[in-house]
C-alpha cells in the first residue's frame, strides 16, 4: 500500500510540475499575441 501512495505522489509531482511549464509558456504566446496587437495599432 505504501509503494502504491508514492508512486502516486510522485505520478502527482509530475503533472503539477508538467503543469506550471505549460500556463508559464502559454503565458509567453499571450503576451508575444498583444504586444503584436499593440504594435499594429501604433
Do not use: F, P
Not at 505504501?2 to 504566446?29: H, I, W, Y
Amino acid at each position: 500500500m505504501k509503494k502504491l501512495l508514492s508512486l502516486l505522489a510522485c505520478v502527482g509531482a509530475l503533472v503539477v510540475l508538467s503543469a506550471c511549464n505549460t500556463v508559464d509558456g502559454v503565458g509567453e504566446d499571450v503576451e508575444a499575441a498583444g504586444e503584436s496587437i499593440q504594435r499594429a495599432a501604433d
